[in-house]
């Protein structure tokens, strides 16, 4: 692909820029980590929604803009430029709609995808538990079916970003444990302000609490609300997670602070440091720098075939596994470029940036699929080794012997 803008992506990159400059007094500031209120992020999604800016590599009859993954990446550069915060239902948009519009009903999709794209509601994803993070079928979340045809929930889902402030969900459940593990599955969508749902944030080192346990205790969800065939929840993942690893820095967008960033930062510190010091900085930036076009470029690649109407493949794994960890390399260079003021929480301008950073990356390794999920992926669907033993993929859950 070409990485210069056509003239009519240039086009396109102005009126972006023209419509943030004119409406940045209702555009939340920050970036990933964003600590503007709900209702701030809020404003700021709709007001970039109904300029036609969010939504929009979703068909039009889904409420979405009917626009290119291009377009889309052109619209993160560019609120990542002006300093605005990125959309609050990035989750919501970038994994759950997608899957709502693959698997949903036509009620569904006309009840939930209008007011998904303009934050009006914000959505989670529902699928880890304590003893399935990198193995998810091994969930065990249950729903079993009533009398009347709803379905009774109970269970715990862990790590779930933003689901402190989310309005739905969808949440991968067990229906069937006499079935092998991927074949026993159903998703729902669930009313996070439903009795018997309780979100108990997770403190992170870092100060914030961006991860949730979530408990559900009697959960009554009507058979309306199911995403799929009962039974057929592992097919309907799939399209999720695959959406979730073009997200989660598989579609060129940098995780944790810009290379750009990182250079203004080295540029005013290396000035202070010896020598040999300054030379070793030198070698990690310039390694960085190398590092982020790479992972960068291979995010293109993906926004390339998903506009020529392919699916994401496993570049988007590669994308995520790289980007993470270049995102740690550079920040741990930018607390060190710190010297003595990394040991305090901010600097004297009140800046702390690289210390909040470097604490909150740790949970990007996991977010997504872990590097271990990822390596695997393409090991075994790129380089073409074999897969490693599972000794439970074809017995009955209950009693399957976990690998």
């Known amino acids: 692909m070409d990485f210069e803008d056509t003239p009519e ?3 396109y990159r102005e009126r972006v820029r023209a419509y943030i400059k004119e409406h940045k007094s209702k555009l939340a500031p920050g970036g990933r980590y964003a600590d503007a ?4 992020q809020q404003l700021s999604q709709a007001t970039l929604y109904d300029g036609g800016f969010m939504g929009i590599g979703q068909p039009k009859e889904f409420g979405g803009q009917g626009g290119t993954p291009i377009q889309q990446a052109i619209v993160n550069q560019e609120l990542a430029e002006a300093g605005v915060a990125g959309p609050i239902n990035g989750i919501g948009m970038g994994m759950c709609a997608p899957t709502v519009i693959a698997h949903g009903s036509k009620e569904q999709q006309d009840r939930y995808l209008h007011r998904l794209f303009r934050a009006d509601d914000v959505w989670c994803q529902l699928f880890s538990e304590p003893a399935s993070g990198s193995d998810l079928a091994a969930l065990r979340t249950t729903a079993v079916r009533e009398a009347d045809g709803n379905w009774r929930i109970n269970g715990q889902k862990v790590w779930t970003t933003g689901a402190q402030f989310s309005d739905y969900g969808i949440l991968l459940t067990r229906t069937d444990p006499t ?3 991927h074949r026993g599955l159903t998703m729902f969508v669930v009313d996070m302000h439903h009795p018997g749902v309780t979100v108990r944030p997770l403190r992170q080192m870092s100060g ?3 991860f949730n346990e979530v408990y559900f205790d009697d959960v009554i969800i009507a058979d309306e609300e199911r995403l799929g065939d009962v039974n057929d929840g592992w097919r309907v993942a799939l399209t999720t997670l695959m959406n979730e690893r ?5 579609g060129g967008s940098e995780l944790g602070v810009p290379a750009e960033e990182l250079l203004k930062h080295a540029r005013a510190r290396l000035p202070e440091l010896t020598e040999e010091n300054r030379a070793l900085a030198k070698r990690d930036l310039g390694a960085i720098l190398v590092d982020s076009l790479g992972s960068r470029y291979t995010g293109h690649r993906v926004l390339s075939k998903l506009s020529k109407g392919e699916a994401p493949g496993p570049e988007a794994s590669a994308g995520k596994l790289s980007g993470t960890r270049v995102a740690r390399h550079g920040a741990d260079l930018g607390v060190r470029l710190l010297g003595d003021d990394a040991v ?6 009140g800046n702390n940036l690289w210390q909040s950073t ?4 740790p949970g990007l390794a996991i977010a997504g699929g872990t590097n271990e999920v990822l390596r695997n992926i393409i090991g075994e669907r790129v380089l073409g080794l074999p897969a490693e033993p599972r000794l439970d993929k074809t017995s009955p859950f209950e009693g399957a012997k976990k690998s």
Do not use: F, H
Request: hydrophobic letters at 30%.
């Open 9 to 11: 992506e240039a086009a």
């Open 37 to 40: 209120s709900k209702e701030d």
């Open 179 to 181: 079935l092998p593990k």
């Open 208 to 210: 914030r609490s961006q």
């Open 246 to 250: 073009v997200n989660v820095g598989g």
């Open 344 to 349: 305090y929480a901010a600097t004297s301008d």
């Open 358 to 361: 470097e604490a909150g990356l």
